[in-house]
């Protein structure tokens, strides 16, 4: 796996873009076609192609019929889907989620399915097996095991701080599961940070330089886009939005402090507020038909909820300055009844220089933005990504061999 770091790598895979992007338009083309509509120098498009078909994700299509005497048919090139790259693999607090890509960068599907939170992760492994196998299939676009780079995995929690402490070249028992069972290097981080990243490359951020992401689930983090970087922090300890104060001396948290955000805005301190409040709602689709309905008491209380975490974002606002802040998470599926409170807080609370410059936006990806985010962490060929750190948690090969053991 290559890992461009440079402004001049970082050109040429705009550059492979540029010419995966035609074909994946107009289908099989000429080198002559390509040369017209990409507008790069014969010199700098056959390198390219010579090494987008030496990787794999171009291949030489049917010659075209060349008119008589005009020596052979003009050799047309198409994006290869057969050969599967990189997967995705999102392992949330109580639900699965997987993407593919193939050599072309394409997502070649997803899919998701929930599970209790205690799941072990022997089970937790052999679901998200069962996942990516429904994603393999003999049609063209589907995905092949036997032709994986790697594998990215999200996971919930800090990553990174407690093997700062210990052993850093341990690793998490779902690498070691998921290299058993796939042969291939696995890479991990926080699944809420692969979310944020996953928005900010195909999703509600995408082409954004500074951007926020705060995901309101069973937990409630993020992850900032910082300078057209993602921003991993201190022993991987950005993003950690969730443990911000906003009611001193109030509910525990399980960080161990009192009255953080997550403690307000979490699904179940809503869910828990809410019937509380006389509301009847066993999960979030069901909050969701209440405030469709009308409630009153869902709709206060996520006017409050909504306020709290509109200062907060205005807050980090003052510090970091993004353009764009994305909302995601199973919450964000209420709506107006929380989206607008965060918006009239964040004006209010925002410097006011910034009061108009800010773009608040709705997470477009869905669930499986973690899973996508994974796959750009594998690719590791997004400028976001270039001055990302790759520490022993990122490692290439994170068991020995059996061999060896």
């Known amino acids: 796996m290559s890992q461009p770091r440079g402004p001049l790598s970082q050109l040429r895979r705009g550059h492979e ?5 035609l074909l994946r338009k107009h289908g099989p083309l000429s080198r002559g076609e390509l040369g ?25 299509a049917s010659s075209q019929e ?19 790259q990189a997967i995705g693999i999102d392992f949330a607090r109580r639900a699965l989620h997987v993407a593919a890509v193939n050599l072309a960068h394409e997502v070649v599907g997803s899919a998701s399915e929930p599970h209790d ?9 052999e679901l998200a097996a069962r996942l990516v196998g429904s994603l393999t299939g003999t049609g063209a676009g589907t995905l092949r095991l036997g032709a994986l780079d ?40 926080n ?18 330089q500074d951007v926020l992401y705060l995901r309101l689930s069973h937990g409630v983090g993020g992850g900032l886009v910082v300078g057209g970087s993602l921003h991993r922090g201190a ?40 019937r509380a409040a006389g509301g009847r709602a066993a999960d979030v689709p069901e909050l969701v038909k209440a405030v469709r309905a009308g409630d009153q008491a869902a709709l206060t209380l996520l006017s409050g909820v909504g306020a709290r975490i509109g200062e907060v974002l205005a807050a980090l606002c003052n510090a970091i300055g993004p353009s764009v802040i994305v909302i995601g998470g199973e919450l964000a599926e209420t709506g107006a009844a929380l989206v607008e409170p965060i918006e009239r807080a964040l004006h209010d609370h925002v410097m006011p220089v910034s009061r108009h410059r800010v773009s608040l936006r709705r ?20 400028p976001l990504l270039s001055r990302y750190p790759g520490g022993p948690d990122l490692a290439e090969d994170p068991i020995p061999d059996k061999e060896s053991r």
């Open 235 to 274: 022993y991987g300890l950005s993003g950690e939005f969730g443990h911000i104060t906003v009611e001193p001396g109030g509910a525990p948290c399980d960080c161990g402090g009192t009255g953080c955000l997550e403690t307000v805005a979490s699904i179940r301190a809503v869910l828990d507020a809410f």
């Open 66 to 84: 060349a008119p008589r005497g005009r020596g052979r048919p003009a050799e047309t090139l198409t994006l290869n889907p057969d050969a599967g």
């Open 191 to 208: 699944n809420t940070r692969l979310a944020a990243l996953g928005e900010a490359i195909w999703g509600a951020a995408a082409g954004g």
């Open 150 to 189: 790697a594998v990215g995995v999200g996971v919930v929690g800090v990553v990174g701080a407690q093997a700062a402490e210990e052993d850093r070249s341990a690793p998490h028992p779902v690498q070691v599961l998921l290299r058993e069972r796939f042969g291939v290097p696995v890479l991990l981080d």
């Open 17 to 21: 873009e540029l010419v995966l992007g």
């Open 36 to 60: 017209k509509r990409c507008g790069l120098s014969r010199t700098t498009l056959y390198d390219i192609l010579a090494e987008l078909v030496a990787g794999g994700a171009v291949v030489t």
């Open 363 to 382: 997470a477009t990806l869905g669930e499986v933005a973690g899973a996508l985010g994974g796959i750009a962490l594998v690719l590791h060929e997004s």
């Open 117 to 125: 939170a205690d799941l072990p992760w022997e089970q937790r492994v």
